[in-house]
């Protein structure tokens, strides 16, 4: 390596050692600076956006006092005149209040008259059923009063009033709850008011624009117990901070996340790079102009002295001499040089007189040396062509007494092996002898056994030549004519299917077809072709044919009469079971407060609960008459499968809670999974298998999964159960057949066994599948299912 480049990349060097810490060191110690700054900005407009809310609500509580405090709403409560609500409960009133909902109780928490309203559309508006029941049943009411005095005793020293949020299934609700006093503000309390205001996206554009800030609220309560403000996460252009709202019962459960633009930590970085590249170019600027000084008054004196250097050789050691350019390091190195240069010259003239010396004793030795290994080399040539003749003789002698051994080894070999033969073909035809009447025997227990089969029988060559059918085949496909050929069967199925045509697919295939329901005149007949195949030097060749002919008109006969049996008593007795569910839970709901026998009470619920029991029943055998017979109406449309299995999950959450069980879905798909299918029969199916895993389920969890495979999207259902033993798994997806059945797997149930049946007739009507993946005893079972994917975005890769 060059000392240019050495003096580069000491600079290099100097540049890593020094300079790079120093802008790393500022590097952290300047943007943490910044990033604490954006930090309190962040948390600070966090406070802001939740002070804009808490105003709202404020607001809200005091319109609402200008109401609740009024002798008109007072009288109202009492007298319940028509001419109050005509007066003041008009849309154009909760359009100038800017509320949706306000709701009039009395002093028995009874919703006296109520008005909702959607502000963006200017139009009456019912909100949820769950809104309707809590503020109409007054248990939002009732709960609050629990934590305080409850204003409905008629207190009239304390009149506590609430205002908060509230979480509905139409959003997040702004709510302010007064009791209803007298204009001067005094009781006895008449009743209580409600008003109410959503956080939608109006309410919330207009905070963001009294802010500047974009924010969320969320009903999904903060982790941890926070009471400040904390940074959630940093992107690129904005940073997010997270803020817990409490509800009206003074509990967290709204998170308000809120995004800050991060221009103070882009323009310190921005500057940082500025000052960065500054400290770079004044470097490099330092370092070339020390480079070329170096290369002026070091490196370049330096290299003519190596160019005069390279010229000096052996043969010109005594004229050529390096130059001296003047009185500093360089030139006294080179007049070193020239004096070690005189002394090499006398030397090499010493050495070259002194070596013409030596060649000439060299050339006298060589001479001697070679005379003597002449004579060597004709004494060893002699020696060896002695011991190669004795060698020869003793391996000539080795070896023919070795073949002589061999020659005798062999004769007694062959004898020994000929007497073996003899023994051998004697044997043989003592079992040929044997095994032919061992193979008549058997061929007579076959024929039979074929004779006695209540099936037909028919046994073809590899050319369908019939090599023997049995006599139930003569009666089931009524041929009379004793000499029959394979023509004659294949005209009488002739009518309804192509016989030759399956077989020459049994032919390709190798496998058996079962044509379950082939109709012949009035019968219904069940008949199997299994191919009889042989392997050729691993090849498989087609032998013949074996066809199965079965008269199943009876059992279609004793079904079909069956299912008519059950569709109609289904409808007879549903219902009577309808108005017995019905009347018990009028008795429930209504007389409740009256029936004051505990023990009556309990037989009037036991009467409910079996009353929706048989109608449950009643509806499996009734889905199992319609499918079985083809009735059973689908309506296909395209839906999202997650979003249908979110909602199932919550429908099912209770009893998995009480239970102790987690339901957890695992959506690994990447866009929403839609599927073409009917969506109730498919909700159907989601309450069944994950109804079932709850079910039998004594701790842990269930876990569903879905994903897209080729055209068709996948659900899976697993569970921490107790699992279903091998021999009770083939009796699933049959009518009747329950997996519980087996004593060493599930408890016993009050189930029809006709839940995975049904589900099994659902899924393959709408085009899918479904499966028992796997299961193992106190391990747990995974089920999955598939429908056809419906065609509204790219194929994903399964």
């Known amino acids: 390596m060059s000392l240019q480049k050495k003096t580069v990349l000491t600079l290099l060097l100097v540049f890593i050692l020094a300079v790079i810490p120093f802008l790393l060191i500022s590097y952290f110690v300047i943007l943490n600076g910044f990033i604490d700054v954006e930090t309190d900005l962040a948390e600070q407009n966090t406070q802001r956006v939740a002070d804009a809310i808490e105003e709202n609500i404020n607001n809200l509580h005091v319109k609402s006092s200008d109401w609740s405090n009024w002798d008109d709403t007072y009288q109202y409560i009492t007298s319940q005149n028509q001419q109050y609500i005509d007066s003041n409960l008009q849309d154009k009133t909760l359009i100038d209040l800017g509320i949706n909902l306000m709701f009039f109780f009395d002093n028995e928490n009874r919703l006296i008259v109520h008005k909702e309203l959607n502000l963006e559309t200017e139009l009456l508006h019912r909100h949820s059923q769950e809104l309707t029941d809590v503020i109409e049943s007054g248990k939002m009411i009732t709960a609050l009063g629990e934590n305080k005095t409850n204003f409905v005793t008629g207190d009239q020293n304390l009149y506590p009033d609430w205002s908060g949020l509230v979480n509905l299934p139409d959003g997040i609700l702004l709510l302010s709850i007064r009791p209803i006093l007298t204009s001067q503000g005094k009781g006895p309390v008449n009743g209580t008011l409600i008003f109410g205001r959503f956080l939608d996206e109006t309410l919330q554009d207009k905070l963001s624009q009294i802010t500047h800030l974009k924010f969320k609220v969320n009903s999904k309560p903060a982790p ?372 004051k026998d505990r023990d009556f009470a309990e037989i009037i619920k036991d009467i409910h609960e079996s009353s929706v029991r048989l109608i449950e029943i009643v509806n499996d055998f009734l889905n199992t008459s319609r499918l079985e017979m083809g009735k059973m109406e689908f309506k296909p449309e395209t839906f999202d499968l997650t979003d249908l299995i979110e909602k199932v999950i919550k429908e099912l959450r209770v009893p998995a809670e009480e239970k102790g069980l987690t339901v957890t879905f695992q959506n690994n798909a990447e866009n929403n999974l839609f599927v073409l299918a009917d969506i109730n029969r498919t909700r159907e199916i989601l309450i069944n298998l994950i109804g079932n895993s709850i079910k039998f389920t004594r701790s842990g969890g269930i876990t569903i999964d879905c994903r897209q495979r080729n055209n068709y999207i996948e659900a899976k259902i697993a569970d921490t159960g107790i699992g279903i033993s091998l021999g009770t798994q083939s009796l699933l997806f049959h009518k009747f057949q329950q997996a519980e059945q087996d004593i060493y797997t599930r408890d016993v149930t009050r189930g029809t066994g006709l839940g995975l049946y049904i589900a099994r007739l ?8 479904i499966w028992l993946d796997k299961s193992e005893i106190e391990k747990g079972s995974t089920f999955i299912f598939t429908l056809p994917a419906a065609r509204l975005y790219p194929r994903l890769s399964a």
């Open 224 to 595: 941890g117990n926070l009471i400040n403000p904390v940074v959630l996460q940093r992107t690129k252009n904005s940073i997010t901070a997270s803020l817990p709202l409490k509800n009206i019962y003074g509990e967290n459960s709204f998170n308000l996340t809120v995004d800050t633009p991060r221009d103070i930590y882009n323009q310190g970085q921005k500057s940082f790079f500025i000052f960065t590249g500054l400290t770079v170019g004044i470097f490099i600027l330092i370092g070339s102009f020390v480079i070329i000084l170096i290369s002026k008054n070091i490196l370049k004196p330096l290299e003519k002295l190596t160019a005069v250097f390279r010229n000096i050789k052996a043969e010109n050691l005594s004229v050529n001499r390096l130059p001296v350019l003047g009185k500093d390091e360089i030139s006294m190195l080179s007049v070193d040089i020239n004096r070690m240069l005189d002394q090499l010259a006398s030397y090499q003239k010493s050495i070259s007189s002194k070596t013409e010396e030596a060649n000439q004793a060299k050339k006298i030795i060589e001479d001697k040396i070679n005379k003597i290994e002449e004579q060597n080399s004709v004494l060893y040539n002699t020696q060896k062509a002695m011991t190669d003749l004795m060698e020869d003789e003793k391996a000539l002698r080795e070896e023919l007494k070795k073949e002589k051994e061999n020659i005798e080894k062999i004769v007694e070999e062959r004898t020994k092996e000929l007497k073996l033969k003899s023994l051998a073909l004697e044997t043989a035809n003592k079992k040929v002898g044997e095994g032919w009447l061992q193979i008549q025997k058997e061929k007579s227990i076959l024929t039979a056994s074929i004779s006695s089969l209540p099936l037909g029988f028919v046994l073809t060559d590899k050319d369908l030549n019939i090599l023997t059918i049995n006599q139930a085949a003569f009666d089931i496909l009524a041929i009379k004519d004793s000499d029959i050929n394979f023509a004659d069967i294949e005209a009488v199925f002739s009518i309804n299917f192509n016989l030759m045509k399956i077989i020459e697919s049994c032919k390709k295939s190798f496998k058996p077809f079962e044509l379950k329901e082939a109709i012949l005149g009035n019968k219904f007949l069940h008949i199997t072709l299994v191919p009889i195949v042989t392997q050729q030097r691993d090849k498989h060749e087609f032998s013949g044919m074996v066809i199965l002919i079965g008269d199943v008109t009876e059992r279609k006969i004793v079904e079909r009469s069956r299912n008519e049996f059950f569709s109609i008593a289904s409808h007879e007795l549903r219902t009577p079971l309808t108005a017995i569910r019905g009347n018990s839970q009028l008795l429930q709901s209504m007389y409740q407060d009256k029936i």
């Open 762 to 769: 659902l899924i393959e009507n709408m085009g899918g599948k």
